[in-house]
């Protein structure tokens, strides 16, 4: 009687009071979904350059939730939840809708088909990304690689038109194109959805004597994004799609070598 007692008291105490370290990270991911939320706010404005600044602040939150989850150990599966429905919102529905108001919106038909069908394959991607954490651990050559493109770099590829007619207007008639914007969400959607290997860091693991030179790097690369900020993330963007075929054979390198 008395175990049960002392049971009963334990789950009401678990369900009066949480520790921070598990709230934490949980913030940092509403902060991601309120910045994706005020991307779509800009974009009904029509203000381009702070609807893209949203989605990137979103990126970096979404990108800071699970190490802050790691480093404080408050990982949840509510936690788990809360963050894919952030990156929904923020990296399938708003730049859907930017990319929409910002060049489709006069596409008769097609152009909501477009958009529709990047928020359809961020929502597959998603939903397959929860699914296979249930799943038996994947092979040891899987560890350094995404399955298929991961939102916020979808997010990236896709508002890359909008960039590119920040930094260089003279290009915005040809990025701007019907043809241009819907064919880029038809391609980015399929990459989401496919099972093309791509690069990933989260158990990337730097050597000692590249520590340095990594700062340094780090260092010019804050200074390009605060100098030429359009330049610098649209370079980004285009450099991580030459990345893909390049995993690619990376990938197969890597399978050749565990499967020997």
């Known amino acids: 009687m008395d175990n049960i007692n002392q049971k009963l008291l334990m789950s009401r105490q678990k369900l009066n009071a949480l520790p921070f370290r598990k709230i ?15 991307s779509i706010r800009y974009t009904i404005g029509e203000n381009w350059t702070k609807a893209v600044i949203c989605i990137f602040i979103a990126a970096l939150f979404d990108g800071l939730d699970g190490r802050v989850a790691r480093m404080l150990k408050g990982s949840t599966k509510f936690g788990a939840e809360l963050d894919s429905l952030s990156d929904f919102v923020s990296f ?22 477009f958009a529709i069908l990047f928020v359809v394959g961020m929502a597959m991607r998603l939903a397959r990304f929860n699914t296979m954490l249930d799943d038996e651990p994947q092979p040891e050559y ?16 896709a508002i890359m038109p909008v960039m590119i007619s920040f930094d260089f207007p003279e290009f915005e008639t040809y990025v701007r194109s019907h043809a241009f914007c819907g064919a880029l969400l038809c391609i980015v959607a ?9 690069f990933s860091t989260k158990k990337l693991k730097v050597p000692t004597w590249m520590f340095i030179p990594m700062m340094l790097i780090v260092a010019f690369f804050v200074n390009f994004v605060i100098t030429q900020p359009w330049l610098t993330l649209g ?8 990345s893909i075929p390049v995993s690619v054979l990376v990938f197969l ?8």
């Not at 399929?190 to 791509?198: D, G, K, Y």
């Open 24 to 38: 934490a990270p949980n913030i940092v991911t509403m902060l991601a979904l309120c910045a994706g939320v005020t």
């Open 92 to 113: 399938g529905v708003a730049p859907a809708i930017l990319i929409y108001q910002w060049a489709l919106f006069d596409f008769p038909r097609f152009g909501w088909f």
């Open 142 to 157: 899987w560890h350094h690689f995404f399955v298929g493109v991961p939102a916020p770099a979808a997010a990236a590829l």
């Open 190 to 198: 399929l990459l989401m959805v496919s099972r093309i290997p791509t």
């Open 235 to 242: 370079l980004m963007t285009v450099i991580y799609a030459l």
């Open 253 to 260: 390198h890597e399978k050749r070598t565990c499967e020997k």
